[in-house]
């Protein structure tokens, strides 16, 4: 079998950081398996680089969707005569932006599916792949595994489980000449923001919450968001040039923000967000009505 084609498997890559991974991908030449949940959406990337770019349907929130996957990649490698896989690449994820008590169960089922369960069964699945090509796992974290950012607690607490996964994952794969990159991500200009409501009987749906959870939902695209297209640049660059041994990769805008919360202590990283997130007035506000309530 040829050991000379390279070939990468990226998830979620019907439009955004996945979509710029599979085009920059197929621009150095490799083979680039794309997948989402619905192959057509990739039809425009296919077009770009015919006989070069597979897409097809893999759910990652399904473990038979991502056994049908592992069959149609397995398949399409041998028909072109490789022996595995040199990136696998777990990109597809889902946003939960809602206050810890008020999380409908299933947004939470959906995030830790997609963002955590889902990349560790593809993993499991594609994992001999990659170690007939002593090749890389990746996976798009973020900073929000790192940084308590209000009504963020499961999204990063999803974020920060795959960042422990990749971490333990790399001292496992060390004798299989293995690497692993874990992309501590900061803002990028992508269409990922939940935009769904506060729950109605939420605790929070006050006056000045209105203002305070707009803003946090609008919270990368306020802050210089990093292009989709430059990301994938610098992503590849890492995995094809950066030091093996190296997990942890900090990419896009205010990806230095998990060192400054390891740096200040949490009173002051608190202030500043209570500040960045418009909270003061949220925060006098709930600690009234629940005096009044007290009260009463």
């Known amino acids: ?8 498997l990226i998830t979620g890559t019907s439009s955004g950081i ?20 619905k192959a057509e959406s990739m039809a425009d990337i ?16 399904s473990l ?4 049908a996957g592992y069959k149609f990649v397995s398949e399409k490698l041998k028909d072109l005569n ?28 959906q995030c830790m599916d997609t963002n955590f369960i889902g990349p560790v069964r593809v993993v499991h699945e594609f994992s001999r792949l990659v170690i007939a090509k002593e090749g890389t796992f990746a996976f798009t974290g973020s900073c929000s595994g790192y940084c308590p950012f209000p009504w963020g607690s499961v999204y990063g607490a999803s974020k920060a489980a795959i960042g422990q996964y ?7 794969l060390e004798p299989f000449n293995v690497a692993v990159k874990n992309f501590i991500t900061g803002g990028v200009h992508t269409d990922i923001a939940d935009k769904r409501p506060l729950p109605a009987d939420s605790i929070y749906n006050i006056e000045p919450m209105k203002h305070a959870f707009e803003q946090r939902q609008k919270m990368s695209e306020r802050n210089n968001p990093m292009e989709p297209s430059i990301y994938a ?18 990419l896009g805008t205010w990806s230095i923000l998990p060192h400054l919360v390891a740096i200040f202590p949490r009173s002051v990283i608190l202030y500043f967000f209570r500040l960045k997130f418009y909270l003061t007035d949220v ?14």
């Open 233 to 250: 640049k610098k992503a590849i660059d890492a995995i094809e040039y950066g030091k093996k041994s190296t997990v942890d990769v900090y």
């Open 283 to 296: 925060w006098k506000a709930l600690a009234e009505k629940h005096r009044n309530k007290k009260i009463a």
């Open 64 to 67: 038979e969707s991502i056994k």
């Open 1 to 8: 079998m040829s050991e000379s084609k390279k070939t990468a």
């Open 46 to 61: 296919c077009a770009e680089y015919p006989g070069q770019i597979f897409a097809f349907s893999m759910d990652v929130s």
């Open 166 to 172: 990749a971490s333990i994952l790399a001292f496992e």
């Open 82 to 109: 490789i022996a595995g896989l040199d990136v696998v690449y777990n990109n597809a994820g889902s946003s939960c932006t809602f206050p810890g008590v008020d999380v409908p169960d299933a947004a939470l089922v």
């Open 18 to 37: 996945g979509h710029y991974l599979a085009l920059e991908f197929a621009k150095r030449g490799y083979f680039v398996f794309a997948c989402s949940r």
